[in-house]
């Protein structure tokens, strides 16, 4: 007699790891976007503490752009005492954070990220994340 599994029985346990995979994909797929986007509010934060610093030393906000000018060089701010912080990041798509100066009174400064199509607007691993750094950029 001989002993093993039919084609019947081996497709049928093909079909459940098939469909159990189906099913866990779409759950690790979340999870990875959501670890970017934790990735994105901790740099952020680090981008905020690294432009305060910049403020208390110099009485300056860190140049707008997206080089990080002011927080690794000094980008023409006087008594500029820095770096103040070791690399300028890059969010988890190897798009640099910006620092956008507001243009409506009050004249505020934020850090952004536009998350993975780097465009204005969007949502998933597209959502853009902004962080206010200052109120009021003239105080």
């Given at each position: 007699?001989?002993?093993?599994?039919?084609?019947?029985?081996?497709?049928?346990?093909?079909?459940?790891?098939?469909?159990?995979?189906?099913?866990?994909?779409?759950m690790?797929?979340?999870?990875?976007?959501?670890?970017q986007q934790?990735?994105?509010?901790?740099?952020?934060?680090?981008?905020?503490?690294?432009?305060?610093?910049?403020?208390?030393?110099?009485?300056?906000?860190?140049v707008a752009?997206?080089?990080?000018?002011?927080?690794?060089?000094?980008?023409?701010?006087?008594?500029?005492?820095?770096?103040?912080?070791?690399?300028?990041?890059?969010?988890?798509?190897?798009?640099?954070?910006?620092?956008?100066?507001?243009?409506?009174?009050?004249?505020?400064?934020?850090?952004?990220?536009?998350?993975?199509?780097?465009?204005?607007?969007?949502?998933?691993a597209?959502?853009?994340?902004?962080?206010?750094?200052?109120?009021?950029?003239?105080?």
């Amino acid at each position: 007699m001989k002993r093993g599994f039919t084609l019947i029985e081996l497709l049928i346990v093909i079909a459940i790891i098939v469909a159990l995979a189906g099913a866990l994909i779409p759950m690790f797929s979340t999870t990875k976007v959501t670890a970017q986007q934790a990735k994105v509010q901790a740099d952020l934060d680090a981008v905020k503490s690294a432009a305060v610093m910049c403020h208390y030393d110099t009485g300056s906000w860190p140049v707008a752009g997206t080089a990080g000018a002011g927080l690794i060089n000094s980008g023409g701010i006087a008594n500029w005492s820095g770096p103040y912080v070791d690399r300028y990041a890059t969010d988890p798509w190897g798009n640099p954070y910006r620092i956008i100066d507001g243009t409506a009174a009050p004249v505020t400064i934020t850090a952004a990220c536009y998350g993975s199509d780097n465009a204005v607007g969007g949502a998933g691993a597209a959502t853009d994340f902004t962080l206010l750094i200052a109120p009021d950029r003239s105080k």
